[in-house]
């Protein structure tokens, strides 16, 4: 149990759905984290948040849209995405920003027909 | 830029047999390092780091040291299980301004077999 959880676990989308994915760090964490991880690539950074202000966006598609209500919650907004955007995308969190341990959670499997 | 190379898997290793898994790195600064490990269905746990050159990060049995001179991060153990079959990642941190963040290999599938 590492104290991230992630909703849902697996999801199926046509590319003209709008779905959300949810993140929820149960550790009193300050920053976090969307990572993609698609097959044979390097895990890939997306949207940072520290105390709930977004630090980094790595040139993600506007098609993502990410959300922090608050440091527990973190949301990735998903609309008219691509089969290429089909991977698992995983949220994590640290105490601080930096050197300090990521924390992941399971990650959800996201295919887009 | 930063960047982290793993060897490539899949690797398959006995029961009992030794394993290192190389990892080197590119960085501007002096960063630190990390490995991840990746069970079936899991999200990334934390393996072990370090922290500076020299510095020799250790859990479960895994060991790996910091070596600045050939910029290098080899994770090893002595012995492996059935049960450390999973996916393995080397990955850097570098302070950048407070705008830190961990940058990733590949990742290496490791299956061990009885």
Partial sequence: ETGVTQTPRHLVMGMTNKKSLKCEQHLGHNAMYWYKQSAKKPLELMFVYNFKEQTENNSVPSRFSPECPNSSHLFLHLHTLQPEDSALYLCASSQRLGTDTQYFGPGTRLTVL | ?114
């Fill in chain 2, 1 to 114: 830029g930063n960047s982290v190379t793993q060897m490539e898997g899949p690797v398959t290793l006995s029961e009992e047999a030794f394993l290192t898994i190389n990892c080197t790195y590119t960085a501007t600064g002096y960063p630190s390092l990390f490995w991840y490990v990746q069970y079936p269905g899991e999200g990334l746990q934390l393996l072990l780091k370090a922290t500076k050159a020299d510095d020799k990060g250790s859990n479960k049995g895994f060991e790996a040291t910091y070596r600045k001179e050939t910029t290098s991060f080899h994770l090893e153990k002595g012995s492996v299980q059935v049960s450390d079959s999973a996916v393995y990642f080397c990955a850097l941190s570098l302070s950048n301004f407070g705008n830190e963040k961990l940058t990733f290999g590949t990742g290496t599938r490791l299956t061990i077999i009885p």
